[in-house]
């Protein structure tokens, strides 16, 4: 798939070695944003919300207050989590 490709149909920038680029950084936190929208409407981990989750690869971009709220609902594995969101 070209890059004006994959822009055109909304998928992630391709990534740099060892660091996202700014725009995928962008998008995977924008990403999380809208996963973490749909579990505070939900209230729970549901079937969608934790598909949705996992679909998106590596949750590290992800607001803190998003990943937080992941972690309440069992989402996040305890290495994703730092301790003062743990401590929060």
Do not use: I
Request: aromatic fraction near 6%.
């Amino acid at each position: 798939m070209t890059t004006d490709l994959k822009q055109a149909v909304g998928a992630p920038p391709e990534r740099h070695v060892g660091r996202l680029r700014p725009k995928r950084a962008e998008w995977v936190r924008g990403y999380y944003c809208a996963v973490a929208v749909l579990l505070r409407e939900q209230g729970h981990a549901s079937t969608e919300v934790r598909s949705l989750y996992e679909q998106g690869g590596k949750p590290q971009g992800a607001d803190p207050e998003d990943a937080a709220l992941f972690a309440e609902h069992g989402l996040t594995p305890n290495s994703l989590v730092t301790r003062s969101q743990r401590d929060d």
